[in-house]
C-alpha cells in the first residue's frame, strides 16, 4: 500500500501536463439527488487567448431525470445509489493569433461544439467505487456559434476582436459516449482522500482512453455515503493528475462526416500521448459548493504548446 501512495503522489506533481476538467469527479459531489451547477472556463485566468479558450456548462440533477429514455443507454449495477443528471455545454478553442483572418498554419483551427448530455451517476458505498456514464448529443462547427460567444466578450471587455473564425472546423454532429469508473484507495478521516479512475471515450468529438488519480486535503466530504451523512461545512485543496492516451479530436481534425473544413490539423501531427493536471480549493456547506480551480495541459499537436486555464463552479441544492 505504501508503495502504491508514493506512485500515485509521484504522478499527481509532474509538471509536464487532456480535456477540459471532468465536473463529475468524485471530489466535486454535492452530497444530494437535487441540485444546480454552473461551470465557467476561461484562459482569462492565465493570463491567456489560446488553445481551449473558453467554455460553460449549466447542470441539473433530480429525481425525475431517471425517466430520461436515454439511461437505457448506460450500464446497470447492482447494489448502486444512483442519481442522474442533464448538462448543456459549450466549449471554444482559437490559436495564437486570433486578430488576423489568415489561416494560422501550424497552430490549433478555430472550433466551438455545443452539447446535450445525459449523466447517470453509479456509487457502490461498500466497495467505495463510483460509475460515471454519460452520452452527449450536439454540434460542432459554426453552428454552435463560438464566433459571436467570443466576439461578445471580447466587444465588452474592451480586447481585440477575433477576426478569424471564417476558418473554424465547419459544421458536423456530435454523438459521444463517456465512461467513468472511480476507486477510492486510501482515507485518513475526513481529511486526505486519494482517489483512482480510468476513463473511456467514444464518439465524433472525443475518442480517448484515461487513467487519473484525485488527492483531496482538508475537510473533505466522503462521496460514497449517504447524502444525510455529508452535513457541515467543507474546505479542501484537490490536484488531479490525468494521462491521456488519444485516438481522435475533432476540434483539432475536424469532423468524421463533413470534412470540408478549410483547415485542420493532420493525423500524423496529433500527440498521442498528453499529461493534464487540475488543482484548486473548495469550499462546500449545507447545499452549497464553490470552487476555483487552474489547469496546465501537455501539447496537443506537434507545433502546440502548453495550454493553461482556470474556472470556477458554482452548485445549491434545489
Request: charged share 20%.
Amino acid at each position: 500500500m505504501k508503495k502504491l501512495i508514493l506512485l500515485v503522489l509521484c504522478f499527481a506533481f509532474v509538471k509536464s501536463y487532456a480535456q477540459k476538467i471532468d465536473e463529475n469527479a468524485s471530489f466535486r459531489s454535492l452530497q444530494t439527488s437535487s441540485y444546480f451547477k454552473f461551470n465557467y472556463d476561461n484562459d482569462y485566468f492565465a493570463n491567456r487567448d489560446r488553445d481551449y479558450t473558453q467554455g460553460y456548462s449549466f447542470s441539473l440533477s433530480k429525481d425525475w431525470l431517471k425517466k430520461n429514455p436515454i439511461n437505457s443507454l448506460f450500464i446497470n449495477f447492482k447494489n448502486t445509489r444512483e442519481n442522474y443528471a442533464l448538462t448543456l455545454e459549450h466549449i471554444g478553442f482559437t490559436p495564437d493569433n486570433y486578430v488576423s483572418e489568415a489561416i494560422q498554419f501550424g497552430d490549433r483551427p478555430f472550433s466551438a461544439s455545443i452539447l446535450l448530455k445525459s449523466i447517470k451517476t453509479a456509487v457502490e458505498q461498500d466497495k467505495k467505487m463510483r460509475f460515471v456514464s454519460a452520452f452527449s448529443f450536439g454540434l460542432i462547427g459554426p453552428g454552435a456559434f463560438g464566433k459571436e460567444m467570443q466576439v461578445g466578450i471580447h466587444e465588452l471587455t474592451g480586447n481585440k476582436i477575433p477576426m478569424g473564425w471564417q476558418n473554424q472546423i465547419k459544421n458536423d454532429v456530435v454523438l459521444n459516449y463517456k465512461f467513468t469508473a472511480e476507486k477510492e484507495l486510501l482515507r485518513y478521516k475526513n481529511l486526505l482522500a486519494i482517489q483512482g479512475y480510468s476513463t473511456l471515450q467514444l464518439g465524433t468529438l472525443f475518442t480517448n482512453v484515461s487513467l487519473g488519480s484525485s488527492i483531496t486535503v482538508g475537510l473533505i466530504n466522503n462521496p460514497y455515503l449517504e447524502f444525510a451523512n455529508q452535513k457541515g461545512f467543507k474546505i479542501y485543496a484537490f490536484i488531479q493528475p490525468e494521462l491521456t492516451a488519444i485516438a481522435y479530436d475533432a476540434t483539432l481534425q475536424g469532423g468524421l462526416v463533413n470534412t470540408s473544413s478549410p483547415y485542420t490539423i493532420n493525423s500524423g501531427q496529433i500527440e498521442r500521448l498528453t499529461m493534464q493536471n487540475n488543482y484548486g480549493i473548495v469550499l462546500q456547506t449545507n447545499g452549497f459548493y464553490l470552487e476555483y480551480s487552474r489547469v496546465i495541459l501537455s501539447k496537443q499537436f506537434e507545433t502546440d504548446g502548453v495550454s493553461k486555464w482556470g474556472g470556477i463552479k458554482l452548485g445549491f441544492k434545489i
